[in-house]
């Protein structure tokens, strides 16, 4: 299983960006999808996740910035960031709870994606 981030740039404080993360390999399905972000010199934090059933959580800060979703006919998950800050400069990491057989709900196991970077400008 391997995701796939991508999106990520260099804007001005007050544009947006979308970011994108696919999910491919062999698996049987996708459980909760997430979008993590470290900051330099800060821990990772969650961002925001979502469910299989569209289930959406948010950093509290965040939310009303930032929207997840997700496509699971294409196997991605989004994170739509308006308003985007300098605070908000970090690097963006998709990660995925991934079942991998269906006779099996206990194969199911957390990916990384390798990270996307964001630089939001003042």
């Known amino acids: 299983v391997q995701l796939q981030a991508s999106g990520g740039g260099l804007v001005q404080a007050g544009g947006s960006l979308r970011l994108s993360c696919v999910v491919s390999?062999?698996?049987?399905?996708?459980?909760?999808m997430r979008w993590h972000r470290q900051a330099p010199g800060k821990q990772r934090e969650l961002v925001a996740s979502?469910?299989?059933?569209?289930?959406?959580n948010y950093e509290e800060s965040l939310q009303g910035r930032f929207t997840i979703s997700r496509d699971n006919a294409m196997n991605t998950v989004y994170l739509r960031m308006n308003s985007l800050k300098p605070e908000d400069t970090a690097v963006y990491y998709c990660?995925?709870?991934?079942?991998?057989?269906?006779?099996?709900?206990?194969?199911?196991?957390?990916?990384w994606g390798q990270g996307t970077e964001v630089t939001v400008s003042s």
């Open positions: 979502i469910s299989s059933d569209g289930n959406m």
């Open positions: 990660n995925a709870n991934v079942r991998l057989l269906r006779l099996n709900p206990a194969s199911s196991y957390e990916y």
């Open positions: 390999g062999g698996f049987f399905s996708i459980n909760d």
